[in-house]
């Protein structure tokens, strides 16, 4: 089965510091990746997914295949972007389900 | 447009209650779903749904039953509460096809005494 893993629960940092959150995921077919974000008192959202290999917001996150990973990463962290986040993982089913990691609260202090 | 709206947006109940919990959309979805949000563990999907009038179950049903008689609504049931169904439930929508990412409601916080 497939699992997502999200090792740190909580991750603090000044502001204007680089900011990466790790997601490691298990699953033997072809992923898609994607980070979730839920802002306080929001719902939660769509950030990014790996296939538009795009920038949101500042964020980046790159697939790596090899190490079954896909870290969210940003070179100069805010304080708007403090927020819980989620990695999540669609595999090959006609329900378009998702596997949700563990999450974790990012902190950006001033 | 409204987008995913669940209904209550809090709820307490005493251990054995049943209640239900509702999800509407109107975006003309076809896939819905049911999570639960529990500190450390992310979001587990309890029921989805492909289409009206189908219902499959997801990672943790057990003590859930759901229904989708009307194609914008998804409903949740808990028929006989307990202490350890006290959770943050999320619905989600999406087209259903490989692009549109699924779509959250506000959640409803649910406590079981």
């Known amino acids: 089965a497939q699992r997502v893993t999200q090792p740190e629960k909580l991750l603090s940092v000044f502001k204007g510091a680089p900011v990466e959150l790790k997601c490691n995921y298990s699953?033997?077919?072809?992923?898609?990746l994607f980070w979730y974000v839920q802002y306080s008192r929001q719902r939660l959202q769509l950030l990014l997914r790996?296939?538009s290999r795009e920038s949101i917001k500042g964020f980046t996150a790159d697939l790596n295949k090899g190490e079954t990973s896909f870290h969210l990463k940003k070179p100069f962290a805010q304080e708007e972007d403090s927020a819980m986040y989620y990695c999540?993982?669609?595999?090959?089913?006609?329900?378009?389900?998702?596997?949700f990691g563990g999450g974790t609260r990012l902190m950006v202090k001033p | 447009n409204a987008g995913v709206t669940q209904t209550p947006k809090f709820r307490v109940l005493k251990t054995g209650q049943s209640m239900t919990l509702l999800c509407a959309q109107d975006m003309n979805h076809e896939y819905m779903y049911w999570y639960r949000q529990d500190p450390g563990m992310g979001l587990r999907l309890i029921h989805y749904?492909?289409?009206?009038?189908?219902?499959a179950k997801g990672e943790v049903p057990d003590g859930y039953n759901v229904s989708r008689l009307k194609k914008q609504n998804f409903l949740l049931g808990l028929e006989s509460a307990a202490p350890s169904q006290t959770s943050v439930y999320f619905c989600?929508?999406?087209?259903?096809?490989?692009?549109?990412?699924?779509?959250f409601g506000d959640g409803t916080r649910l406590s079981i005494l």
């Open positions: 999540a993982l669609r595999v090959d089913n006609a329900g378009n389900m998702l596997t």
């Open positions: 699953y033997s077919g072809s992923p898609e």
């Open positions: 749904s492909v289409g009206e009038g189908t219902t």
């Open positions: 790996h296939i």
């Open positions: 989600a929508s999406t087209l259903g096809d490989l692009v549109e990412p699924q779509h």
